[in-house]
């Protein structure tokens, strides 16, 4: 049985967040340059996008590559309970949380890895959200 998360908007930025900066380069297929939830689509895959990486590895499966946000929530019914909670079908809260995970995934996919931060901070201000105290120390470390 999968466990039912149901992950806040600050949790998930967070875990982004986090997962960005360990990262720091995009998830992307360098023969077709198309972007990916797993690099070589495999479930202990440590290559992820931003919105791969909120996916556990144990309900990760290749099918789920090309599909946006949106596409992930219908097709994928587990990783939408995963995510927002034990929500049977596809309503007005999962399709905000998909805006949400939608958002990161533009970043993620358009803007180059050496803009993440600034392109981050500029996501937490629209959602009101704090920014991570690992993401706080790096602002301070580069303006000092």
Known sequence: MTEIKSLSY?????????HAMKQGKR??????GTCMYRLDKT???????????????HLYVPEMESNDAYALFQDFPIIREYI??????????????????????IIHDRVPAMLWMVKLIDFAKKHELELP?????EIHRYHQ
């Not at 079908?89 to 995970?101: A, E, G, H, R």
């Open 84 to 105: 927002c909670g034990n929500i049977h079908k596809y309503n007005t809260i999962t399709c905000d949380v998909c805006d949400f995970l939608n958002d990161l995934q």
């Open 10 to 18: 600050q949790q998930i930025f967070d875990h982004v967040v986090a």
């Open 27 to 32: 998830c992307k297929d360098m023969s077709s």
């Open 43 to 57: 479930a202990e895959c440590t290559t992820m996008c931003f919105v791969g990486c909120l996916i556990p590895n």
């Open 133 to 137: 105290v690992e993401m706080d120390l």
